[in-house]
């Protein structure tokens, strides 16, 4: 039995080893109960995967084809695996976790508001919700988290002493208001980031990956369970959504992953900064197709192609190799998150990166306006997420 981790905002329990440390500490660590976690939530995610698949093609939870060429139509139901995975690895393993009532209740909220967000994505991938109401569940997705316990009370002080573990504090009208921007920010992340077979559950398997192993190093051992448990849900489906998928995740999907990964940073002490460098490129590039979008008078609601992934396959990258390329930026920036042990240092590391993205991102966009449109790559729009009529979350 592994015991129960730290509460949001605690003190760390054990310090996190940088440099050759850190993997001279891993191999102190109880692995195997997080491990079995991960085993159990893959097998269900891949073995439900199918199943959802033959429900979606029988009532009709299906893609849309592409404006302009014949698409081929995908099951959107991969969510629904991917939460049954996440729900059964957690109640099915509950005898190796010891966790307290207050974690015991935090879990419940997770399940509970990622519920809401599977439901209610459902129901988009079926009859297209306006954005309204999507919206609406994520802030009821993230008001249920709060309810629970699950709310960032406090920041680590990048500036303070290391050896007091300074933190700021945050007032408790701003530590609701900057929750519920935390979780429905993550959420939508996600979403504008599943646009590409494979993308989306690839980066949130590393994602959580990295946060599970960063609880491990913090002591917070049933922390890192849950975290597992949603690494194994991610890599169990992503066999059924890497290109060419025979099923996506859908909106459903999309939402249940971010709104866990944003739960998960916040739910054994804070590790916002952690998930921001992991999933540094998606954030940045979601923040600046908010920009461009508002820069052009356009609604940052409507969606286009001007995400990274997008321009990538207007250019003709093709699916696996724009896939592999965020897998590797996500998983380097993920690595560099756990070799980091002073908080400084990951502030420059987080600015620096921000700094780099958006640079990239320009030159990208210049070498795009430059290059005529229309000639992706063979099969590269049949991978993508569907063109519904242009909208996001």
Known sequence: MIPPGLASGGTLAVPKPAGLGLFRKMSDLPVLPPLLILALAFGVAWLMAPLMERVARRYGF??????????????????????????????????????????????????????IVLVVGVIDDWLELPPLPLLAAQVLAAAVA?????VITAVTNPFGD????????????????????????????????????????????????????HSLLMGQYSIAALAAALAGCCLGFLPHNFFPARSIMGT???????????????????KTATLLLVL????????????????????????????LHLV???????????????????????????????????????????????VGLMLVAQVRGR??????????LESMD???????W
Not at 76 to 86: E, H, N, P, Q
Not at 257 to 268: C, E, P
């Open 280 to 307: 540094g490129l998606p954030i940045v590039d979601t923040g600046w197709a908010i920009l461009r979008r508002l820069a052009a008078g356009r609604s940052p609601f409507v969606g286009d192609r001007g995400h």
């Open 62 to 115: 299906m893609d849309r084809p592409h404006p302009r060429r014949d698409a081929v139509l995908k099951p959107r139901l991969g969510g629904v695996a991917m939460y049954a995975a996440f729900a059964v690895a957690l109640a099915a393993t509950a005898p190796l976790v010891s966790r307290d009532a207050a974690e015991v209740q935090k879990v419940v909220g997770i399940l509970v508001g990622g519920a």
């Open 252 to 270: 459903s999907g999309a939402g249940f992953l971010g709104f866990a990964l944003g739960t998960l940073a916040i739910i054994g002490g804070a």
């Open 162 to 213: 290391p050896l007091t573990n300074s933190m700021l504090l945050f007032p408790a009208g701003a530590a609701l208001l900057f929750t519920v921007f935390w979780i429905v920010g993550a959420m939508n992340t996600i979403n504008f980031l599943d646009g590409v077979d494979g993308l989306a559950a690839g980066v949130g398997a590393i994602a959580a990956a990295v946060l599970g192993v």
């Open 371 to 380: 290059t005529p449109a229309g000639r992706p790559h063979a099969g590269a």
């Open 312 to 358: 990538l396959v207007d250019l003709g990258w093709s699916p696996a190799q724009i896939v592999l390329l965020m897998y590797g930026v996500s998983g380097t920036l993920g690595a560099l998150a756990l070799v980091l042990a002073s908080r400084m240092q990951k502030l420059i590391a987080i600015g620096g990166m921000t700094v780099l993205l958006v």
């Open 386 to 392: 569907p063109p519904k009529p242009p909208r996001s």
């Open 146 to 150: 709060i309810a629970a316990g699950v």
